[in-house]
């Protein structure tokens, strides 16, 4: 994954990029209705970003204030290449430098199967 960039951000400055990932990913192809999906949580979360070789962003991935993990989103181009499992370590990783009791995962059961 040579340019590939993961990285914990700010949601304040990267509000756009992180819901417009998003938005693509559940809104428009998984079909969750938005107010499902901007639940009012995410000024309050640690979020995690990778971009392209060219600064695009591609991916996204939230740790809540419980350890939950979840709203993990790659754009349909970028999948099965790691991805994902990139921005799932950077959540792990961050939650336990910052001594979270706990860290788990939550999928969302109607996303439909990976292609």
Request: aromatic letters at 6%; hydrophobic letters at 40%; charged letters at 25%.
């Given at each position: ?25 559940f809104v428009e ?87």
């Amino acid at each position: 994954m040579s340019g590939i960039r993961a990285r914990e951000v700010n949601w304040n400055s990267h509000e756009h990029a992180l819901k417009s990932l998003r938005r693509t990913v559940f809104v428009e192809e998984q079909g969750v209705h938005e107010d499902l999906e901007w639940d009012g949580a995410d000024p309050d979360c640690r979020h995690f970003l990778a971009d392209d070789h060219e600064g695009r962003p591609i991916g996204t991935a939230r740790l809540m204030p419980s350890g939950q993990i979840g709203r993990m989103a790659v754009l349909a181009a970028w999948r099965g290449q790691g991805i994902g499992a990139r921005l799932l370590k950077l959540a792990i990783d961050a939650a336990r430098a910052s001594n979270y009791p706990s860290i788990f995962l939550h999928a969302s059961t109607n996303a439909p199967a990976s292609r």
